[in-house]
Every structure is written in structure tokens, then in C-alpha cells.
């Protein structure tokens, strides 16, 4: 059980930009969203990640959220495109920080369909059920995450 890893099969649109796929893990009741633990920042996250040569985005997401969760999920909507809007770290090479792509985000709302107790990254992650609000406050930092828990249906 391991997690993909590695940027060579990843995808990239016309622009550069590095297309990432995500969910917004909602109970059935769309009462509560599952957040996890960021491995490089500190709080807590959608799960997100590259979006591969060889799959769908819906598959994408999908796989990021069994790697990164632990869930098994049935993809319900798509909440379109979100581009990246946070500021851009600088990069530990000399060269400006606009070398490093931008990333353009496609998330989907999902019903978590199962919580496993095994998973790839469960070693590095913790998952965690939260309300709307909880969620929000959490992903303050996060604009283009905060943009997708908005446009959920998820129970305000």
C-alpha cells in the first residue's frame, strides 16, 4: 500500500499550470467535512494532489482521497476550477519564486463511502470529521481550499 509519488506522470495545462484534483469529504447527512493533516505545512487541508497522465480527474480525486484519508468516496459534483491564489514561497534557489508553477485546482464534492483503518499516508496524517464552520476557520490560510468547501452543498 504505498502512495504515488514523484511529478513525471504528472499533468500540467497550456498555461504551466500543475492540475491538481481534490475532494470535499462530506458524511451523507452533509453535516460534517473530513479534513487531514498537511505533511508541509502546519493545519489541516482538503484532500489534494496531482492529477496523473493516466486517469481522469474524478479518478484522480478519488485516489488522492484514499492515499491521503483512508476513504473510499462516491465523487457527486464537480465544483469546477479554482486557481491557486496563495503567495508564492520562495523557491531555496537564487531564482524567483515565479519559476515554481501555479497550481490549478479541480475539486469534487463526495459522500465518504468508508473509513478505512489502513491507508498509505496514514503514518503521516491524521483525519478529522469537522462542522461547516470549524472547517472554514481551519482553511483560512487556504483560499482556493476555503473556495471549494464553499461551493459545497455541505450544510452551513
Known amino acids: 500500500m504505498e502512495s504515488r ?9 497550456s498555461k504551466g499550470d500543475r492540475l491538481v484534483a481534490g475532494v470535499v469529504p ?26 496523473e497522465i493516466d486517469e481522469e480527474c474524478p479518478e484522480a480525486a478519488a485516489r488522492e ?13 464537480d465544483l469546477g476550477d479554482i486557481r491557486e491564489t ?4 520562495k523557491h531555496s534557489s537564487s531564482k524567483d519564486s515565479k519559476d515554481k508553477p501555479r497550481s490549478l485546482y479541480r475539486f469534487y464534492e463526495a459522500t465518504v463511502t468508508s473509513e478505512e483503518p489502513d491507508w498509505p ?3 503521516k496524517r ?19 481550499l476555503q473556495t471549494a468547501l464553499e461551493r459545497s452543498t455541505m450544510k452551513r
Open 5 to 13: 509519488t514523484g511529478r513525471s506522470n504528472q499533468r500540467y495545462n
Open 26 to 51: 462530506l458524511t451523507e447527512d452533509k453535516t460534517y467535512v473530513m479534513l487531514i493533516q498537511s505533511t508541509r505545512r502546519k493545519g489541516w487541508v482538503l484532500p489534494k494532489g496531482g492529477w
Open 86 to 89: 496563495s503567495p508564492r514561497k
Open 126 to 144: 491524521e483525519r478529522k470529521w469537522f462542522t461547516y464552520v470549524e472547517a472554514s476557520e481551519l482553511l483560512k490560510d487556504r483560499p482556493e
Open 121 to 123: 499516508e496514514k503514518d
Open 65 to 77: 482521497a484514499w492515499e491521503e484519508a483512508g476513504i473510499l468516496v462516491q465523487i457527486d459534483y
